[in-house]
């Protein structure tokens, strides 16, 4: 036990949100210490990959990058697409959190989708063992969210979560501890920008970068149009797809609203399935407890309202959705021995 300790103080031991567009750490003790995306930058010599830049960096290199170097996110769909990648990922910022010290090999915790595959938990474990880790914990996502959002999962009664992330949107009903039944759907922030792309493509002749699709959601994105008018304007700039230009056009609310309106109704659909699925007694109790919403996807405009019409249940939005599956898998990290059941560790 005081060897336990010991190395505990020294590893610093840690829960990561391995996230499609961002990775969270939270170190035990200390909380949240980094908030990073999820993307490397490497440079291709003699066959050889070489990393340039992780994170913040990495990002600002996304479409911008000469042919010798690739930025990608080794992460789709919220589970590993490229493990050797992946790796140096978790690697660097395992050594970020240490200060590039030497330390002792940390526990980890990571979070993983629900509806992740034997082999993807098993690429996730082995990329957190290869980066440095003592001993790996998984714990599902959901779960993790609803811990992080206050939620009471540990009693005898129905709690609903909607994990709304990156890659993919996770819906989930809690009981005891446990996931009674999950969905996920690959619709979440990633397919936001992709149908905000592919709209500007289609109606306006303009391509528009990742980043700038980002930008356009988190400034005027909403689930529904404007009940007057056409809401809220900005400009945008892009390449013309007629002339190959420059060009700069404005852009309303209404027209993101369109945008979006398919990737907002896959997530109510995969809801709706979820709900019918749920067993009577969970289902009197989310009829009174209501629907949680978690992930950065769940701050797009007026989504609670289009879910709270669309289910005739209460919907409400997490203190910090943005955070709620890093903290709750840091809860599950600072009281391991009580939420051990919660962990996956074969």
């Known amino acids: 036990m005081v060897i336990e300790k010991v190395f505990g103080y020294f590893s610093r031991d840690m829960a990561i949100d391995l996230g499609t567009a961002n990775t969270l750490v939270y170190v035990k003790g ?3 210490v980094l908030n990073e995306p999820s993307v490397v930058a490497l440079s291709e010599i003699s066959g050889k990959k070489q990393v340039l830049a992780v994170g913040d960096e990495a990002k600002r290199m996304l479409g911008k990058t000469p ?5 990608i996110r080794p992460l789709k769909d919220g589970v590993i697409a490229d493990f050797e ?12 959190i240490h200060n590039r010290k030497s330390f002792s090999n ?3 915790i990571v979070c993983v989708p629900s509806g992740a595959t034997n082999v993807e938990r098993r690429a996730i474990r082995e990329s957190a063992d290869a980066a440095g880790a003592r001993r790996v914990y998984l714990i599902e996502e959901p779960v993790a969210a609803a811990i992080g959002a206050g939620l009471p999962v540990g009693d005898a009664t129905g709690s609903m979560i909607v994990d709304i992330g990156g890659g993919t ?6 009981s005891l501890g446990g996931v009674v039944l999950s969905t996920s759907v690959k619709s979440a922030g990633d397919k936001f920008d992709e ?20 930008r356009m959601k988190k400034e005027i994105g909403s689930a529904c149009p404007p009940e007057d008018g056409n809401g809220e304007t900005m400009y945008v700039k892009g390449r013309d797809l007629v002339n190959g230009l420059p060009k700069e056009i404005a852009i309303n609310q209404r027209q993101i609203a369109d945008a979006l309106a398919e990737p907002v109704a896959q997530i109510i659909d995969t809801i709706k399935k979820a709900l019918e699925q749920t067993p009577a007694e969970l289902a009197a109790d989310i009829v009174e407890r209501g629907i949680m919403l978690t992930g950065g996807g769940s701050l797009l405009g007026n989504l609670d309202a289009v879910l709270r019409r669309a289910t005739s249940l209460p919907v409400s939005i997490a203190e910090d959705p943005l955070l709620c599956v890093v903290i709750g898998t840091g809860k599950a990290l600072e009281e391991k021995a009580k939420l051990s059941e919660l962990f996956y560790t074969e």
């Open 106 to 108: 940390p526990q980890v």
């Open 169 to 174: 949107t996770e819906v989930a009903i809690l």
């Open 67 to 71: 042919g010798k170097i690739r930025a």
């Open 30 to 32: 200390e909380g949240v």
């Open 195 to 214: 149908s905000i792309m592919e709209y500007m493509r289609m109606y306006h002749k303009l391509a528009v970068g990742e980043a700038t699709a980002e």
């Open 85 to 96: 990648v992946a790796e140096q990922m978790i690697k660097h910022f395992i050594r970020k």
